[in-house]
């Protein structure tokens, strides 16, 4: 059974910087991406990041572009958000999620598999 854990989340103050860790106990079947996703409270989740596993394609929520960088380890199965400049908007449940399709890389419904989430609280 894959298993995705997520580790880094906190308390910030805004102005700082925080690193997100992704890691999949194995790679899953057909996985192609893996993506960063996040829900504050009362919202919808909303996408974050999205790196591919072969080539390292890069997608960001425009509300991100600039602060924050995904990237992946394809010998550790792991993924990596960093986060900097970070703003009390960016508080919420940040989720990492593997995306067996190449397409629709920002939809949720593409990722079959989730990571339980950890907390970003960013105070201002």
């Known amino acids: 059974q894959v298993q995705l854990v997520e580790s880094g989340g906190g308390l910030v103050q805004a102005g700082g910087s925080l690193t997100l860790s992704c890691v999949t106990s194995?790679?899953?079947?057909?996985?192609?991406?893996m993506g960063w996703f996040r829900q504050a409270p009362g919202k919808e989740r909303e996408f974050v990041a999205a790196i591919t596993w072969d080539r390292g394609a890069l997608r960001y929520a425009q509300s991100v572009k600039g602060r924050f960088t995904i990237s992946r380890d394809v010998f550790k199965n792991a993924a990596h958000l960093a986060m900097n400049n970070l703003e009390p908007e960016d508080t919420g449940v940040y989720y990492c999620a593997a995306a067996t399709a190449p397409v629709g890389l920002e939809d949720g419904a593409t990722y079959p598999y989730w990571g339980q989430g950890t907390q970003v609280t960013v105070s201002s």
């Open positions: 194995s790679r899953p079947f057909g996985s192609f991406a």
